[in-house]
């Protein structure tokens, strides 16, 4: 485990980008072999506007790494953060605590909160309008979104005093993880049942991008499915059901647009609407049935 994090404390930048490149191309691939759906879209033209957000993402990240390593380095010398308050434990467990903690604050909560303010709810909306989600979509993110999702993973490094190999190694992780639940890949079900009972699966996660509450409204988590099934967010709902996009916002031709997805945080909120109760899946964990933005 040591060589590990050694290696992420410095892990060149080189090599971070070769991650995100080789494991969209890797699951582009894939979806080529393995669809889950049968997309009657121009795949270049689809993953343009998509690319784009993926690079402003990586600036914004760039921009303010230095941000991460102050705050990691904070927490190390000052023995701050939960993990750090916790007793002394072995180094592969430590890692392992760390991750899921850095995923619930950098990731779950991030994106609960998202979904329940409204004005972040219109930020967040540009990852959600995209018709024919595949692994390109992982990081179809507005600028604006991209910073605040950086607060939150700063957040989530002072709270649980994480050192910046841990975090790096998290980042990492997060990237694969949401490259791979993100991409329309038809894998059997017993096995994609078997793997969301510790991460999120391709099918778990696809419920959260289906058009309509309250199933936008569930399944928030990025690499682990814990935090979903302990906080009653965890829906299910069969692949073949899920319509990918936003009720609200169904301009196809805006919502594949780099000009409209730009403005789309700034047009007038626009309440989703929920299923009615007899179409709800019978039998699944609790979820609060309320409308994105309740907050506010």
């Known amino acids: ?15 971070r980008s070769l ?20 997309f009657r ?38 023995d701050f953060g939960i993990i750090n308050w916790l007793p002394d434990m072995p180094l592969w467990l430590y890692v392992i605590v760390g991750l899921l903690l850095l995923d619930l604050v950098g990731a779950y909560l991030a994106h609960f909160v998202e979904h329940k303010v409204k004005i972040l709810w219109m930020v967040h909306l540009v990852h959600h309008t995209d018709h024919n989600v595949d692994t390109t979509t992982a990081n179809r993110h507005h600028p604006l979104e991209s910073m605040i999702r950086f607060v939150f993973t700063l957040l989530g490094v002072f709270l649980v005093g994480t050192p910046i190999g841990i975090v790096m190694l998290y980042q990492s992780l997060s990237l694969v993880a949401t490259q791979f639940n993100h991409a329309n890949i038809k894998m059997p079900k017993g096995l994609d049942d078997l793997l969301s009972l510790l991460i999120v699966s391709p099918d778990m996660h696809k419920v959260h991008h289906h058009y309509r509450l309250p199933y936008t409204d569930s399944n928030y988590g990025n690499i682990f499915s814990l935090w979903d099934r302990l906080f009653g967010t965890y829906m299910k709902l069969d692949r073949e059901e899920i319509v990918y996009g936003v009720d609200t916002f169904p301009d196809e031709v805006e919502n594949s647009s780099i000009k409209g997805l730009l403005r789309q945080p700034f047009h007038k909120y626009r309440k989703p609407t929920t299923l009615p109760e007899a179409e709800s899946v019978k039998g699944q964990a609790p979820v609060i049935r309320g409308t994105s933005g309740i907050f506010f």
Do not use: R
């Not at 490149?21 to 582009?28: L, M, P, R």
């Open 1 to 15: 485990m040591e060589p590990i994090i050694h290696y992420f404390e410095n892990i060149p930048s080189l090599h």
């Open 41 to 78: 879209y121009k795949k270049w033209q689809h993953a343009l506007p998509n690319l784009f957000f993926t690079m402003t993402t990586v600036v914004v990240n760039f921009a303010l790494a230095f941000l991460l390593l102050k705050t990691a380095d904070f927490t190390v010398i000052h």
């Open 19 to 38: 991650i995100l490149v080789g494991g969209i191309t890797f699951f582009w691939l894939l979806e080529g072999i393995v669809p889950l759906f049968g």
